[in-house]
């Protein structure tokens, strides 16, 4: 791939960030876009697509960040062999995400969030080689995608019980949903997939191994984007579900533990990544506990928070990229001091750093404001809130001080290998990230009227306008505040003594990482157990059991219907009586002989006979298959003789198989009694034959029905005939390498 | 296998099999015949090849892999399948382009279309993997009498 064309994706998505960014305008005023194609008539399915204020805003991330990603992308990978791949896939990323967010249909919505699962499978697996990106992988993918089918079962009550899979209408459904019989299965079910995608407690702990990603990839999908999914299904269902009790505390109460546990966890960590990506869960944690506010504020804390937590989330996560490249290392230990050989990197650190932690004029301080006014005005319990709130965001200032100050501060420079600043393609991304939280946080009114209030009208229709201010005031926020970077502080100075104490092994139990591989590891042991205890590979085995299951199942009806089993007398020709006899005599000498190519031969017999009786009754082409098919089964057989052991010379009777055998036969027998019992209905023969002249243009009705009339059946057997065919070269040729040449 | 008189008869047997089944595949849709049929017979022509000159000589003799011959035929099959799709809109919908309406709505010309490529769809699948299992099957008991004589 040349060079040049590596940076083509980056452009593509900054003309989609522009060209969502001109619909800004129309948005706020109440304009809003919309496109849709029919899909699944019958269904009531449609590919739909709808462009409101909280489809913007997460448009606008997904395409801004990835267009910055992109460029970093490129430029950190390279000359990387796998650059191609790792690009190509970021975009099927962009594309799915953009999907999900501007989707207006349940049924979109839904495949576009597999979407982000698949590629982000494949993302974390990128560095396949590593056992650990293939565990951090599975991990992921198992947790979201069990999460994923929750939402679809979810997504398709909403849809039977609200009489439309369109989301905009559901909408408006008012308290339709919060009333009817399905309700809380409904909100277990969406919730489930909420939460396993945004790793809310207790399937956190999926997103910290997901770090196995590389940096731009855990940048974009794992800060500013694919785990904000969850939240943004949330938030669109929160018209159609929200107000109520179940609602209100589950969020609170899952967002609140997520948001104070990943806190505690993130200010153990040495990783910088590792504690980045803890931050973010708490962060995650913080938008459902809100979203669970129902209260004005709390909504505008919610839409504020997501764009100040994107920018200096993204812009530390592509900053800790720019650590481990030029210093050698992402663990916080063993950087310090860097400030004068990576000054860029300081700048860009200590922004975003500042704007994490809150710290006025950034944008952080207005969302973190915003948070304390929503968390004073909650439905459920505005002091748990407010102290869940004041605890995670004092743990965020020293986490910040980890991130942006501690591998800068200091004298002595310390780093594994001589530290100077990256290229401009790398740090100009996150710089300009940066500088927007500090441009946003100045001029705020920007965004409250083209991103915030648009939101908050898409999550809770009708709410008033609100400005975004800087200053507020002495009031409670504002004292909350100051406690928040006391206690920050006092937490940062005290990070060593906190580190010890928490990675003390006794702390916190037993992992939830841990409790999911030790599942996973017994379902496999569980699954190789059965598979090996079921398919024993044994011909024989596999023969006895399909054959006695059938036979019970026969005489099982047998027992149930009310039809004669007494066979009715009819005369019989004496042709059709010989071949019958004749057959009788081949099965009888397959029974009995010695030798394995007598009794195939027999067994040639038997087929031979029946394709004669075929005959009789002037079922031709099935008589021509039949005959056919015997000539192939004694060649193949033949061939296959030479492989097997001689045959022993005792005769060796099974009773066993002996008695299946005898059930099977005649259950069969009485199961042609009963049919030919019952008077023979002729319609479907005779449609076929009246048709298939006239419609069809063949007198061969057999071939008629088999090519025109059911030709959809006859495509499905053909394909399963050319898999069998494979499975079978397959397991012919396993382990063997083919010779070449002539056999001696 | 190494018999006079089997080697003189393939001579003879394989091309008139390999004749036959084609006149079976075209005359299937008025007389007993067809595409499975056809594929069947085709068959037993290359396993009286494999079984006279060796299952490497059948290969060559076929010239494309049997497994690619299976996947064309399906594709050929599923062709059938969207031609109705494209020109009518419902898959699998008999076509006859050859075929033109008289004025009394009888029809006139050659009935051949998408329901002749669709046999030979069939054709072709049941040829080239019951030949697939054939080959594999002769190698792995190649294999097997190789190792053993060693």
Known sequence: ?744 | MNSVILRTATRVLVPLLLIVSLLILWRGHNEPGGGFIGGLMAVIAVALYAIAAGPNAARRALRVDPLTIAGIGLLAATAAGLWGVVVDGAFLKGMWPLLTTAPDGSKAGLPVGSVLLFDTGVFLTVLGSVSAILFALEDAVYAHSHREAE
Request: proline letters at 5%; one cysteine or more; glycine letters at 10%.
């Open chain 1, 1 to 744: 791939m040349p060079r040049l064309l590596t940076f083509l994706p980056a452009v593509v998505m900054a003309a989609v960030f522009l060209w969502f960014a001109q619909v800004l305008g129309p948005v706020a005023a109440g304009n809003i876009p919309e496109w849709s194609w029919m899909w699944v008539e019958g269904l009531g399915i449609e590919l739909a697509f709808r462009l409101d204020g909280l489809s913007l805003i997460f448009a606008l991330m997904v395409s801004g960040i990835g267009a910055i990603i992109f460029l970093y992308t490129s430029v950190y990978f390279k000359g990387h062999e796998k650059l191609t791949r790792l690009l190509t896939l970021l975009a099927l990323f962009a594309i799915s995400m953009l999907g999900l967010v501007t989707a207006d249909d349940a049924i979109t919505l839904f495949v576009f969030w597999e979407g982000t699962t698949v590629t982000s499978f494949l993302l974390v697996g990128f560095d396949h080689e590593k056992q650990k990106a293939r565990d951090a992988a599975l991990q992921a993918l198992i947790v979201t995608g069990v999460g994923g089918l929750a939402l679809m079962a979810g997504l398709i009550l909403i849809g039977f019980e609200a009489g439309t899979f369109r989301l905009s209408e559901i909408a408006l459904l008012g308290d339709t949903l919060a009333t009817s019989a399905l309700y809380i299965p409904i909100v277990i079910l969406v919730l489930l997939g909420a939460f396993t995608k945004s790793a809310q407690f207790p399937f956190h702990f999926w997103l910290p191994g997901a770090m196995a990603a590389p940096t731009p990839v855990s940048a974009y999908l794992h800060s500013a984007t694919m785990v904000k999914a969850g939240v943004y299904l949330v938030a669109r269902m929160s018209p159609a579900l929200g107000g109520t009790e179940l609602w209100i505390w589950g969020l609170t109460l899952f967002g609140a533990v997520t948001m104070v546990w990943a806190s505690v966890l993130a200010l153990k960590q040495t990783d910088l990544k590792l504690m980045l990506a803890y931050t973010t869960v708490m962060a995650l944690g913080a938008l459902m506990m809100f979203l669970g506010g129902d209260s004005k504020y709390a909504t505008v804390g919610v839409a504020t928070f997501l764009v100040v937590h994107a920018m200096y989330k993204a812009a530390l996560f592509l900053t800790v990229g720019l650590l481990d490249k030029g210093a050698g290392t992402r663990e916080v230990t063993n950087l310090g001091g860097l400030a004068r050989s990576m000054p860029i990197t300081m700048m860009i650190a200590l922004l975003a750093g500042l704007s994490m932690a809150g710290f006025p004029p950034f944008l952080g301080f207005i969302g973190k404001e915003l948070k304390y006014e929503g968390a004073l005005a909650v439905m459920s319990e505005p002091l748990f809130v407010a102290t869940a709130a004041l605890l995670a965001n004092a743990m965020m200032v020293a986490a910040a001080g980890l991130v942006a100050i501690s591998p800068f501060w200091g004298k002595t420079p310390k780093s594994p290998k001589p530290a100077k600043d990256p290229s401009i393609g790398l740090w100009i991304g996150p710089m300009m990230l940066a500088l927007m939280g500090l441009g946003f946080g100045l001029f705020p009114d920007l965004l409250a009227k083209y991103i915030v209030n648009p939101t908050v009208t898409s999550i809770a229709p009708g709410t008033a306008y609100v400005k975004l201010k800087l200053w507020h005031g002495i009031n409670v926020p504002l004292v909350l505040s100051l406690i928040t970077f006391g206690l920050g502080f006092v937490l940062y100075q005290g990070r060593f003594v906190i580190r010890a104490a928490l990675n003390r092994p006794t702390f916190g139990g037993i992992p939830a990482a841990v409790v999911f591989d030790a599942g996973l590891a017994s379902f496999k042991r569980f699954a190789s157990w059965s598979a090996r205890t079921v398919q024993g590979g044994k011909m024989t085995v596999y023969l006895r059991i399909s054959f006695a299951v059938l036979t019970i199942l026969i005489w099982g009806v047998h027992l149930i219907s009310t039809d004669s089993l007494v066979p009715q007398p009819e005369a019989i020709a004496l042709i059709p009586l010989v071949v019958v006899l004749l057959i009788a005599a081949s099965a009888f000498v397959v029974l009995i002989t010695n030798s394995r190519l007598f009794g195939l031969c027999a067994l040639g017999v038997v087929g031979a006979g029946i394709a004669l009786i075929f005959t009789f009754y002037s079922a031709i082409d099935v008589a021509i298959t039949q005959i056919l098919v015997e000539m192939l089964v004694v060649i193949i057989l033949a061939v296959a003789l030479v492989k097997l052991p001689a045959m022993p010379v005792e005769r060796n009777f099974r009773a066993g198989d002996a008695l299946i055998a005898t059930a099977f036969g005649v259950g069969v027998a009485f199961v042609v009694v009963a049919v030919l019992a019952h008077p023979f209905d002729p319609r479907i023969t005779e449609f076929y034959e009246a048709a298939s002249l006239p419609d069809a243009f063949g007198r061969n009705v057999v071939n008629v029905i088999l090519v025109d009339f059911r030709a959809l059946d006859t495509l499905g057997e053909v394909a399963v005939v050319l898999i069998a065919a494979i499975a079978a070269v397959a397991a012919l040729t396993a382990g063997k390498i083919r010779k070449s040449g002539e056999k001696p």
